[in-house]
């Protein structure tokens, strides 16, 4: 289970804040058996990158602290990095009491596809309200298990040679910024 508690927030601009040092992965040794857990903050949820080093380094559930608003493509960014990622995403975000915040606090399972099922589903949960509180979602690890070892999102056919692109420092236009920092 996910007990996400919102309370404080200090408001700043996005070209101000600084992205996390790294990404971890550990084991936690739950009630319901071991799960591999991964933290981003919500700035690195801004980029795909940080949500697929995390799946490679074997999480199978994202903690997402947040401190901005969750709107639709806030949103959709989360579900994007659950479905790719084939792992579930849980993102705890201030109540709309704390200035540029409103709640919204999410868990994304990342199962797109469930057995006998023909279409493909949401993978949204749960989503809390706008206000302060304590809220419990369930993920059911065993099928998210199930649907990684099957599926063909995650790790099982990436083309890593292909991306090393990826990897370089070059930044061209339009996306040079004077205010830049590694």
Same mark, same amino acid.
């Given at each position: 289970?996910?007990?996400?508690?919102?309370?404080?927030?200090?408001?700043?601009?996005?070209?101000?804040?600084?992205?996390?040092?790294?990404?971890?992965?550990?084991?936690?040794?739950?009630?319901?058996?071991?799960?591999?857990?991964?933290?981003?903050?919500?700035?690195?949820?801004?980029?795909?990158?940080?949500?697929?080093?995390?799946?490679?380094?074997?999480?199978?559930?994202?903690?997402?602290?947040?401190?901005?608003?969750? !709107?639709?493509?806030?949103?959709?960014?989360?579900?994007?990095?659950?479905?790719?990622?084939?792992?579930?995403?849980?993102?705890?975000?201030?109540?709309?009491?704390?200035?540029?915040?409103?709640?919204?606090?999410?868990?994304?399972?990342?199962?797109?596809?469930?057995?006998? !099922?023909?279409?493909?589903?949401?993978?949204?949960?749960?989503?809390?309200?706008?206000?302060?509180?304590?809220?419990?979602? !369930?993920?059911?690890?065993?099928?998210?298990?199930?649907?990684?070892?099957?599926?063909?999102?995650?790790?099982?056919?990436?083309?890593?040679?292909?991306?090393?692109?990826?990897?370089?420092?070059?930044?061209?236009?339009?996306?040079?910024?004077?205010?830049?920092?590694?």
């Amino acid at each position: 289970m996910f007990m996400p508690k919102c309370i404080l927030v200090i408001s700043m601009w996005k070209k101000n804040l600084t992205a996390g040092k790294s990404f971890y992965v550990t084991t936690l040794d739950t009630s319901c058996g071991e799960v591999k857990i991964g933290a981003m903050i919500c700035y690195d949820r801004e980029f795909p990158e940080s949500a697929r080093i995390l799946m490679l380094k074997g999480a199978e559930l994202i903690l997402v602290p947040n401190a901005c608003p969750m !709107e639709i493509n806030r949103l959709s960014q989360l579900r994007a990095r659950a479905f790719e990622n084939m792992l579930a995403i849980a993102t705890c975000n201030y109540p709309e009491t704390v200035p540029d915040c409103n709640g919204n606090s999410t868990v994304f399972d990342g199962v797109v596809y469930l057995p006998n !099922e023909s279409s493909s589903r949401d993978t949204c949960i749960f989503q809390a309200g706008k206000a302060e509180g304590i809220y419990i979602s !369930e993920l059911d690890l065993e099928q998210l298990r199930k649907y990684r070892e099957n599926e063909v999102f995650g790790n099982a056919y990436r083309h890593p040679k292909k991306y090393k692109l990826l990897t370089e420092l070059k930044i061209d236009k339009p996306f040079i910024r004077n205010d830049y920092r590694e």
